[in-house]
């Protein structure tokens, strides 16, 4: 259910969920309240009054009797539950002066392009099973057993070539599977490669088993592993469950892992743990809706090259030296329990093939999932995180590139950085005359820190205010508590200690500006570099689809105005979410959608930006909020120059 | 180099290779010479005079010097080196009469028939080498080791589908070999199974080692498995070994082989002694030409079905109980090493397909081997061992069966019985009067038993020659030193103790010739049961191939008076040798040949004769000699009768 919220005095209206976050929604439609300690109920500073409506409010000594009877409440802590009206009390300054913030302008990402996006699929997944009642043999009918099952599949199957097998337990179970279950067996059966290829016979089972049909779509994140269980015969997601992944302890970056995995016994070790996690995850899904790991009947998975390298126990020294050559980028169709995984002996384990070094399978699954392979459309195909993967092209070509963007968005090399998860500041405004703070955290908490989409907000707000200019610097006159010299360098302070859930200041430092800033750059030049080498400019793209948890979040108004994302049509921009699983998703139910997971790697073409010249011009011309360039961002304001 | 070699007085001449035993050529002939002792030169008793010609001749203390003067010669010790004329002494009795044994029709047959059954073949192996030089990796063209291989494969081969590889090793060493190997290396690449199937890159090595190619055949007996080591750059045999199955100490045959691998623990020891068995024949090939196991690039395997499962560690349980069900006719191309085979991992192990229980892939590879699939000509095939399989049938159809026939040709069930090696008679005369015994034994030793092939000439003579009757009895009122009742009820002495090996008489009685009959009787059965389903007689048959070792020695026409083959014309029948074998080494040379195997095994439709009361009619009707139903047997002698 959705309610549409009005907030007065500036009549700004926003369409949210049921159950929202007054703060949030607030935050959202561009209007400041006052909002220090990101929502605990304690510091009593965000009051606002409903005019009209519902609101479902927690309780809080902050307000006295008088206030609750005029309908006073702390937007921190009050969900909307209804269309209503909310009033922002004005602030009001020692002489007497109000001083009213001017709302701002913000735009998220609408989930409901997914479909246009992902199109339809059939429920036909690359595993099915079926049930066969065999004839006992006889003295005049005793062909061996295989051929026996053969010949009753060809009866249910008239036209698919005659299926193969090649699990030797299945040769030497068979026999006894067959007497056990008195000739009633349902087969797992693999969809060939091509519609020409015999499918496989994978596993034979005792009775009837067609009801349990599970598949397994795994996300191989350096730093999280999720899997999504589907029920393939509905095709339908039935539980979920994620985890760090293990590795982690040995390293939080690829670069890391690569370096550990040289140690002697490194690989073997790296490897383990990624299955470890895998496995837990596993149990996980399995013990909540009560099955066993061996009824998941494929595995469908996608990750980063070194990810994949290191789950299949392939060395990737070479992918950290120039030239940068992975071992392998099309993996062979693996039997998930030869890698250690907990399924079924004959089980397979697909995973997305690379398409470079620094450009995986999880962008491979990305692009086959929106389609990219199959539109005229020309599009910029954007997925943020530690690299920083791109992709520009249609249906007849497509290059793609890593660009090394370094870990910003996932708060790395930010002091107060943080990967979005709960206390994290990630929705920001500032009142442009007290220079004060709105903080939406997630889970309404106090804050612990920044994660990437309140990165996007804190930096054009600074700049919107004047607190910093076009270079990252902070301007030096402003006399300002919040706005100070620290240990680090200049900063401005986001939440006082009191405020903080770590009690300590929370600050953005000048350091943590040019990280971000370069950060930004690289992906900017990254666009420029890819668009360059066609021959095309930002007025070609068609549309611009983000990709990964990164793009949820964040403001799209905000993240143009301080150049991470060009500057153009805004209804051209789409989010697609998790792209690598959905590709996983997606390719776990049709099995003709996965066949064209080939067509996409071969689209796609590698363009390595570490030694380009164009990629260093275009990279150092855009150190600067938005660019040094400002033709690149027409609709994007001057600033405070 | 063959020579002509006449007998005197009646004038026998025959052909025979450089260096042929003297004594063992007259017997081919059908002449009859006083042979006692086998050819040890002692008992004196095979003098011949030398007419004409010159023969290589050992010394003996039996000759005196007005014998050598006189150009006399022990047959048993005399080698045949030129076209010769043999006098053979007439027999003089006590009473002055000369005894002349009348010269017998023999028949052996050739092999020159070889060519004309398995036709020609390419060199064209199912695996062969590719020499690579890749151009290194730069920052301008950094795909993939793996794909850097594909591209430069596509450039040797631009008409072949791009290659696939399974083995994950090849993945993980790939990146190694290629830097170590300065980015020249040797591929071997499998065919795929269809011409439009990619090939399989199963290896890659180190620079060039495109003239080192070798593949194994190996024929998988119950009793003796045999090794033969092709060049496959050129076709040619280089070296050959062989060895007793380890599995002997658990069961002669396949039924008590299949009992033992149902103990506990029994199925993994039968397992690892054949593998114990090909390993150690792997190690002496080896060691002789002095290559690596690992530089055997392809095993082409042929077996029964019994040996088959058990090479594979698939339970044989119920090809052993009615109604005769093998798990699996079509076995899996399996890696070697995976069995614990001496073999690069990723060397393949094809092992021929089955038809039945009973109907093995050794009979499978013998077809193949011989054509039988491409030919209008109507053919009975047969290879007599412990079952006896026979196939009928030609390009449009085929049908086989097993006939149980024991294992009498083998030695088996015979009291004296033994295998065709060093002191076994395999061939026999009898005088028509003296009813004195020629023998002619493996090696020219005196004897140690009887083989197969002495079995088909002893029982023939004896019937010649009145001693004993078509129903296999001793004629009672014979009296003679020979003619006897042992413990084992009425015999023929065939050597005194002192004229054998073992040092007490060698004997053939009445229950070993009762065996005798019951094997070439289900034979016999066999074949018509086979034509009669089909609704053939003898009359259609075009040829009749004999496969197997037994059927090296035997001679034709003795074999036909005792009913074990058809009595057809002469000069259709062929023979044809290890036929497995052949098939292993055919499909190992050409993968054009290779291919059409499936076809073969598809022809072949099983007839099952255990519960058969056609064949149990035919099988009673067959227990005489030759036949009860003469008619059958125009061309055979109504013997004495």
Known sequence: MKHTVQFLPDKRTITVDHGENLLAAAAKAGVYIHAFCGGDGVCGKCKVQLLEGELEAGNSAALTGEEINQSIHLACISSIVSDSTIQIPEIVQSDGRALKSKPKTTRSLSAESLEILVGEWQIAPPVRKL??????????????????????????????????????????????????????????????????????????????????????????????????LLDLNSGEVVEEGSGYNSQIGYGEDVISRIVYSQRSGGLRILQEKVVYTINTIIEDICKKIIINPSDISYIMAAGNTVMSHLLLGIDPKYIREAPYVPSVNQFPLTKAADLGIMAHPSVRLFLYPCVASYVGGDIVAGVHSCQMHKSDAITLFIDIGTNGEIVVGNKDWMVCAACSAGPAFEGGGIKFGMRASSGAIENFHIHGETFDPMIVTIGATKPRGICGSGLISIVPELLDAGIINQRGKFVRDHNHPRIRKGTDGWEYVIAWSHDSLIGEDIVITEIDLDNLIRAKGAMFAGYQTLLT?????????????????????IDLERAISIGLLPDIDRNNFFYLGNASMLGCQISLTDHRRFRERAEVRTLMTNLELSDNIDFMNHYMAALFLPHTDLDLFPNVGRGNE
């Not at 099952?149 to 009866?155: A, D, N, P, T, V």
């Not at 000739?183 to 009775?207: N, Q, S």
Request: hydrophobic share 35%; with cysteine.
């Open 131 to 228: 049930f066969l009642k065999l004839p006992p043999p006889t003295l005049d009918d005793n062909i061996s057993d295989m051929q026996r099952l053969f010949r009753e599949i060809k009866k249910h199957l008239p036209d698919n070539p005659e299926p193969d097998y090649d699990h030797p337990e299945l040769i030497r179970e068979l026999p006894f599977i067959l007497r056990e279950a008195d000739w009633e067996v349902t087969l797992i059966l693999l969809h060939g490669k091509g519609e020409e290829e015999p499918d496989r016979i994978i596993a034979v089972e005792p009775g009837d088993t067609t009801d349990q049909l599970y598949g397994l779509a795994i996300d191989l994140g350096t730093t999280t592993i999720c899997g999504v």
């Open 533 to 553: 080498s066609v021959g095309l400019s930002f007025d070609d793209l068609d549309r611009i689809i983000l990709a990964g948890n990164f793009g949820a979040h």
